[in-house]
T-cell receptor, first 114, second 115 residues
């Protein structure tokens, strides 16, 4: 499983777009990139997953450059309730022999201010 | 459709006692994962189970910890002879299939405090 590196913390203001970049230089061909969100005293919640190019859902967008050595989670117009820890994970995706074990790093603590 | 349920939400034990943590996966999910989060640290994988089988226990401490997922009933994480270092939040997650193991649904966690 590829190691990931992401900023320890970020600050933003309500209404702004937030971009959190994750580095995964040793990503393997079969690896997918997955992001989770965790609020204080709660379990993590799946946000988005991608393999290459761009993926968008109702919550966020995930941008992945051609070399796949990094990825950027984009949160449009954040609100105070988006204050949370965001984890970038890299590993085998659908259809692989992966057991589904998730390897969490330290994550990025996003603080949204009014 | 109820989410992943864990109980108790808070558990206090004295050193040397046993702790039993329960996890009921989402309806239709037969894959269960346990994670531990120590204070101010990230989540660490402990064990992955399917009904009646332990698939991957590479993250489980070799002693005092055990897990099961019986054919009927919730998954149980059991910690014998607890020590202060076991104080942590224990999260259970479930997924509908191995192919979708990357998208896991987490419960609210059980916060274990060892006095």
């Amino acid at each position: 499983l590829a190691k990931t590196t992401q900023p320890i913390s970020m600050d933003s203001y309500e209404g702004q777009e937030v971009n959190i970049t994750c580095s995964h230089n040793n990503i393997a061909t079969n690896d997918y990139i997955t992001w989770y969100q965790q609020f204080p005293s709660q379990g993590p919640r799946f946000i988005i997953q991608g393999y290459k190019t761009k993926v968008t859902n109702e919550v966020a967008s995930l941008f992945i450059p051609a070399d796949r050595k990094s990825s950027t989670l984009s949160l449009p117009r954040v609100s105070l309730s988006d204050t949370a820890v965001y984890y970038c994970l890299v590993g085998d995706g659908p259809g692989s022999s992966n057991t589904g074990k998730l390897i969490f790093g330290q994550g990025t603590t996003l603080q949204v201010k009014p | 459709n109820a989410g992943v349920m864990q109980n108790p939400r808070h558990l206090v034990r004295r050193r040397g006692q046993e702790a039993r943590l329960r996890c009921s996966p989402m309806k239709g999910h037969s894959h269960v994962y346990w994670y531990r989060q120590l204070p101010e640290e990230g989540l660490k994988f402990m064990v992955y189970l399917q009904k009646e089988n332990i698939i991957d226990e590479s993250g489980m401490p070799k002693e005092r910890f055990s897990a099961e997922f019986p054919k009927e009933g919730p998954s149980i994480l059991r910690i014998q002879q607890v020590v202060r270092g076991d104080s942590a939040a224990y999260f259970c997650a479930s997924s509908p299939s191995r192919d979708r193991g990357y998208e896991q649904f987490f419960g609210p966690g059980t916060r274990l405090t060892v006095l």
